[in-house]
């Protein structure tokens, strides 16, 4: 009856993040975005205006991916439900 939910198991490989990147993530990942730029560009016209287009480097996901990761906050550092204040009856 008094006995805490058993912790869930986090299985070897794999990362307790948020649900949506913060702020810090996205930047992580925006910055690696800007070093997976191999340079090569397009121009092109369209309809009278003029694009161009920049490419990433082929392994250029799974590095902004791991950028977002190591950008995290940390399990331990993450807030927990139980760590919320519960409100008070007047």
């Known amino acids: 009856m008094g006995r805490p939910p058993p912790k869930a198991a986090i299985p070897?490989?794999?990362?307790l993040v948020p649900s949506k990147p913060t702020p810090a993530m996205l930047a992580?990942?925006?910055?690696?975005?800007?070093?997976?730029?191999?340079g090569?560009?397009?121009t092109h016209s369209l309809d009278d205006s003029i694009y161009s287009t920049?490419?990433?480097t082929a392994d250029a996901?799974?590095?902004i991916f791991e950028a977002m990761i190591r950008a995290a906050?940390?399990?331990s550092s993450a807030?927990?439900?139980?760590?919320?204040?519960r409100p008070t009856l007047a």
């Open 12 to 15: 070897d490989g794999w990362v």
């Open 28 to 38: 992580a990942g925006e910055a690696m975005a800007d070093e997976c730029r191999d």
């Open 40 to 42: 090569d560009t397009d």
């Open 54 to 56: 920049e490419y990433l």
């Open 61 to 63: 996901a799974a590095k």
């Open 73 to 75: 906050p940390s399990h």
């Open 79 to 85: 807030p927990h439900a139980s760590d919320k204040q």
